[in-house]
């Protein structure tokens, strides 16, 4: 390990600097190609300057990163075919993470589910899986996000909507009837590493009522403290320091339990869409993935072991270079981090694995069907970029829920861009473009640089406490505000290319099912009357007592799953025994 006074960008530097880089460009013909461009450029601005060789896009969540008229070899002078390239599936994994990538493993079809209550999601789920779907991805309401009952007074107006409501174990057998929870991966959209220690249970539960062993179960879980303590918008918050231990309690257990889950899916796509550069986004998503590797070197496990299961989930927007090359650049840093950082021996543990979503914050209510082409054009970037999941937005997104129609819209892009295209037929089709592996060593010196700086104020948890984040969040937001506002960042239909006419859209908008909040609370009436409610109470107070003493939670969490105990009433035990803690607030 490397010493506190280094960062991370010291320890790399010091680290890689006996590869012995071997440039593929001589100098002769980087002198020649120079003179050309510099005549090229002289040319086109004029004496007086009046023509722009370098511009600044502005797109929606973009990194506002300079881009020139021409990229020629002569800005990457120092390419190293080998040490920045490389092959598919070999060190240092820019190209894609297997050697013949989609020809042989496609990219998951995985579009995000849940409405209602958990029989309405789980004939929907059923729907998309038989439509071709390779994935699920279920979505919870906002009471179960926020770890509160649907009974509870908060819940009121809210359950099933935007998400399926899931009070107990009861409900995720549910959500899971007559799925093939051991074949197909489940991607529970748990969030926030409290969530996950209460859902995560529950849909093992689950699973063991249903003859499954927790070693055939396979899929992922979000587990990110990022979520909870920043992007989250919830009446009560548990610790940073608390929250991050429970983070690693989640990695600790499902990684010795839960072979086949990826244990954490550290989220930048919400922190992105919720205001943050590209940039940003995956400097800290990445600081989050050092620490938890940290701290369970400090538990006694070897990174190359946790880190094979580590997985990122990027947020994909509409300046289509930058995110091909957004990814590309992470999945390198990402190499270099675990080779040289933490001595990664392992490749698995060198790899950077994604899931990504196409941008939800650029999908806007005037003319919708507008919509389809952004999300489209997204989804192509991810795949240019070599992602291994992909969800692509519904075009009335920007209204609610999609309808079955409009999600099955979405999965038909997935399979268009799969199966009609041939751009999978080749590997990382735009690598070596003088452009992109310029803008892919920008983006991966600007991630991180700003690594660098989570590091200086004392690490990423410190960094929430100190609201460093929120800050920066808050900055971010009110710029991208104002440059929406005075039509800098173009929104097609909206406030650019208006029509003379801004008609109600013709589209059907998704109505949610009627009832769900009283079939809810009858279940969570019933499940308390029939469950042995001394069994409840002893297993709440074991778990009460494993979070007072530092044990692992989970196990005990498990057992409160099993014995009937709500979301609620878990929830209510971290808050009992944790305390509370107030975000920090920026104007």
């Known amino acids: 390990m490397a010493t506190e006074k280094q960062n991370t960008r010291e320890i790399l530097n010091e680290r890689v600097k006996n590869e012995n880089p071997k440039p593929l460009y001589n100098k002769e013909t980087l002198n020649a190609i120079k003179k050309d461009y510099d005549t090229l450029k002289s040319k086109y601005t004029g004496a007086d300057g009046s023509q722009n060789w370098t511009v600044t896009p502005y797109t929606i969540l973009g990194s506002e990163i300079p881009r020139d008229m021409l990229y020629t070899p002569a ?4 390419f190293d ?3 920045d390239l490389g092959m598919p599936g070999s060190e240092p994994f820019t190209r894609g993470v297997h050697p013949n990538m989609y020809r042989g493993k496609k990219f998951t079809m995985r579009q995000i589910n849940g409405f ?7 004939q929907r789920l059923k729907y998309m899986l038989k439509h071709g779907a390779t994935g699920l991805s279920v979505i919870h309401d906002l009471p179960t996000t926020q770890m509160y009952d649907s009974d509870d007074p908060i819940s009121k107006g809210q359950v099933g909507m935007s998400g399926v409501a899931i009070d107990s174990a009861d409900d995720m057998e549910i959500c899971f009837k007559d799925i093939p929870i051991d074949k197909v991966t489940v991607s529970l959209v748990t969030h926030y590493p409290s969530n996950t220690a209460i859902l ?5 539960a689950a699973a063991l009522r ?6 055939a179960i396979k899929g992922s879980v979000q587990n990110d403290i990022t979520l909870e303590e920043v992007v989250r918008s919830g009446p009560e918050y548990i610790p940073p320091k ?4 429970v983070q690693c309690d989640n990695i600790e257990y499902i990684k010795n339990n839960v072979p086949n889950f990826n244990f954490t899916t550290l989220n930048g796509y919400n922190l992105h869409e919720f205001g943050t550069s590209g940039v940003t986004e995956m400097a800290v998503a990445v600081s989050n993935a050092m620490e938890s590797l940290d701290e369970l070197i400090r538990r006694g496990y070897e990174a190359d072991w946790i880190a094979e299961r580590l997985a990122f989930f990027w947020s994909i927007s509409s300046d289509f270079f930058e995110e091909v ?13 675990m080779k040289y950082k933490y001595g990664a021996k392992n490749p698995r543990a060198m790899w950077m694995r994604c899931h990504v979503q196409t941008s939800g914050i650029s999908l806007v209510r005037e003319e919708p069907l507008n919509n389809l082409i952004r999300a489209a054009v997204q989804g192509l970037s991810a795949v240019f970029a070599g992602v291994q999941s992909l969800h692509v937005d519904s075009y009335d997104e920007a209204y609610s829920v999609p309808t079955e129609e409009s999600a099955l819209l979405s999965l038909r892009t997935q399979q268009i861009i799969q199966e009609e295209t041939a751009i999978t037929e080749v590997v990382d089709p735009l690598g070596g473009s003088f452009y992109v592996e310029a803008l892919t060593n920008d983006i991966e010196n600007r991630i991180l640089d700003e690594i660098c700086e989570i590091e200086k104020v004392g690490g990423y948890v410190r960094s929430i406490e100190k609201g460093w984040i929120h800050n920066k969040i808050a900055n971010y937001f009110y710029k991208e505000k104002q440059l929406i506002d ?5 929104f097609v239909g909206s406030n650019v290319f208006r029509s003379a006419e801004q008609k109600k859209p013709t589209i059907d908008i998704f109505r949610y099912p009627e009832g769900v909040e009283e079939r809810q609370k009858a279940k969570l009436a019933k499940l308390r009357m029939s469950r042995d409610n001394e069994k409840v109470g002893a297993n709440l107070a074991a778990l009460e007592n494993a979070c007072r003493k530092n044990i692992n939670i989970v196990p005990f969490s498990l057992e409160c799953a099993q014995s009937g105990c709500s979301v609620g009433e878990i929830f209510k035990v971290f808050k009992k025994s944790f305390g509370l803690w107030k975000p920090p607030v920026f104007w």
């Open 325 to 337: 090359a957004r990814i590309r650049a992470v999945r390198r840093l990402w190499y270099k981090i």
């Open 200 to 204: 995560f249970p529950m849909y093992m």
């Open 116 to 122: 209602g209550g958990p029989e309405e999601t789980n």
């Open 486 to 490: 005075k039509g800098d960042i173009k």
């Open 210 to 215: 249903r003859g499954y062993s927790l070693d």
């Open 81 to 83: 075919y080998n040490f």
């Open 75 to 78: 800005q990457v002078p120092d």
């Open 242 to 245: 608390d929250c991050f231990r």
